[in-house]
């Protein structure tokens, strides 16, 4: 029987009360009268002082505070539970999407970074799981296309140029041997003879070669020396050399131009492979091409769901509550999806999303644990949606008790990324280091900061913040001491508190010390979308599932099937 205690507490039936005589034994009667819950406890609803409203749930004790209704867990102990739980959704839809791999860009930086990963004069693979690798291309439905193989588990992927590698040299000249060939074994077969002979697919044909040199005069002053019938010959600027690791020896070349990449496929006898990469295990495949020219673009092709698997234990802890785990699978799974094959940025680097936090952080398999791997399992093919789409599912650390408006952060409205009080974070406070932090400036330090953006104040005298409805500051307008001021709003205001004033987040109070101003706050993040530690607390203090919690932090959003 469920329990109810305090006297503040007033019921609100669904349905007309019955009378006494009509009751049958474990009906609840209403405030000591005749009348009784027809629809049991799950048909009331609690009021509280202030008037808000929460049904009660099933087999729970409940006990009304001073503060609002809480909820008896074990042992007796009362955590406070915020009215209004959020509904569930079901998956009621199915969505197209165009395929079900993804590029993911793991090396694929130009220039210096402190975050993106930058491409390479070579990268290795190393089989953890498999046997080998399959040599090819993927087409453009994502579909590998095996042209030869090799046996070797430990292999070095290198541009071809006079290069060197973890395993020795590599020249990019070679002695051309006459004639084509139709297919990878017969290339092979003519160039075996020469204990340095690899083959080749230039351009849709095969050839068959030797050796490596670093010069024109040098591979043909051997193929001379060796009696080899053929030319110098070095392929074009994109073309992609594959070696045995350990000791440099070529085992094949590919140069189809810009348009087609070198794909490297690990064998298997059906076992799912596990392939390291820098100290990292993938699934999936791997493309290699050089964008530009010049060093290597590496490219991680996986399954969706294996990319998720990949993402939410970098992204969250894989020891946190399942329905936690699963919402951020569903945020992971939806994100990817909202960009695979549209991304107008990343697509002229050959890939959908990238492996750092421009995107979300994707590791592989290293941290992946049965409980991380279950939680996208239970979810696998499930989708958030907004009018039939894919919504593209922001999320970060905290939001210090409300997340925000787009419009106050990108500068573009975007529906189902509305501001909502977030009354559960708080529950994971001790779990999460920014939830309480202070940044502090003098007067004078402040204008500096203020004036990056082509202000000239002097020192700063006062600050006014504007705070939307869900506690965020939006707008800023700062005033030095001669009168002077420098306002910021939305976008701008976002973007000078987190990348100018160095800020954890926009949920904060501004003071003045005396001697400058200290700007005491909450939150990690940009504040859109799902809160982590709030997906953390509504799922272990609150036992909210993943649907619940989606439901809660996404505005008129559902779930549908891709």
């Not at 001669?482 to 987190?498: D, I, K, P």
């Amino acid at each position: 029987m469920r329990r109810i205690f305090g006297a503040s507490l007033a019921l609100c039936c669904l349905l007309g009360a019955l009378s006494l005589g009509g009751s049958a034994a474990g009906d609840i009667f209403v405030n000591g009268s005749a009348d009784v819950l027809p629809g049991g406890i799950g048909s009331a609803y609690a009021i509280a002082g202030d008037g808000s409203t929460a049904q009660l749930g099933l087999d729970e004790v409940y006990v009304m505070t001073g503060s609002g209704l809480s909820t008896l867990q074990g042992g007796g102990e009362a955590a406070e539970t915020p009215t209004g739980a959020p509904g569930h959704l079901s998956v009621t839809g199915s969505i197209d999407l165009p395929y079900d791999k993804v590029r993911v860009g793991l090396y694929y930086y130009d220039s210096e970074s402190s975050l993106r990963n930058p491409t390479l004069e070579y990268a290795n693979l190393e089989n953890e799981v498999g046997s080998g690798y399959a040599l090819g291309y993927y087409d453009s439905a994502r579909e590998f296309h095996a042209l030869g193989y090799t046996d070797e588990r430990a292999i070095t992927m290198a541009m071809d140029r006079n290069v060197e590698t973890g395993g020795g040299h590599v020249g990019c000249y070679h002695i051309l041997l006459p004639g084509t060939y139709d297919s990878f074994d017969a290339a092979q077969a003519a160039c075996a003879q020469y204990g340095d002979g690899f083959p080749a697919y230039y351009d849709g044909v095969f050839r068959a070669l030797v050796g490596d040199y670093d010069s024109a005069a040098a591979a043909a002053s051997d193929a001379a020396a060796r009696g080899i019938q053929g030319e110098a010959f070095s392929a074009s600027a994109y073309c992609v050399v594959v070696t045995r690791t350990s000791d440099a020896k070529i085992l094949f070349e590919f140069d189809c131009g810009s348009g087609r990449s070198l794909g490297v496929q690990p064998r298997s006898g059906g076992e799912k492979t596990e392939t390291w990469f820098k100290g990292y295990t993938y699934n999936g495949g791997f493309e290699y091409s050089r964008r530009t020219g010049g060093k290597l673009t590496v490219v991680n092709v996986v399954d969706i769901e294996d990319y998720v698997k990949g993402v939410i234990t970098y992204e969250m802890s894989a020891d946190w509550p399942l329905e936690a785990l699963k919402a951020q699978a569903l945020c992971a799974r939806t994100y990817v999806a909202s960009y695979i094959g549209s991304s107008t940025y990343y697509i002229n680097y050959g890939f959908d999303v990238t492996n750092d936090t421009y995107c979300q952080v994707y590791r592989g398999t290293n941290l992946s644990t049965a409980g991380s791997d279950r939680a996208v399992d239970e979810t696998a093919g499930v989708y958030i949606t907004y009018d039939g789409e894919p919504i593209s599912a922001m999320f970060s650390s905290s939001h210090g008790g409300g997340s925000e408006d787009s419009e106050n952060i990108t500068g573009g409205v975007t529906p189902y990324l509305r501001g909502v009080l977030d009354p559960y974070e708080a529950a994971a406070a001790d779990l999460n280091s920014r939830s309480s932090w202070i940044v502090s400036y003098s007067y004078s330090e402040l204008a500096r900061l203020v004036n990056r953006g082509g202000h000239s104040l002097g020192s700063i005298a006062s600050v006014e913040a504007e705070h939307s409805d869900t506690g965020n500051v939006i707008g800023l307008v700062f005033t030095d001491s001669s009168g002077r001021t420098a306002s910021f709003e939305g976008q701008s205001c976002y973007t000078l508190c987190t990348a100018t004033i160095g800020l954890s987040s926009i949920h904060f109070t501004v003071t003045d010390t005396g001697s400058g101003f200290a700007f005491e706050g909450s939150g990690w993040g940009h504040s859109l979308g799902m809160s982590q530690y709030g997906a953390y607390a509504m799922a272990d203090t609150y036992g909210f599932t993943y649907d619940q919690i989606v439901n809660f932090y996404y505005t008129g959003v559902e779930l549908a099937r891709g």
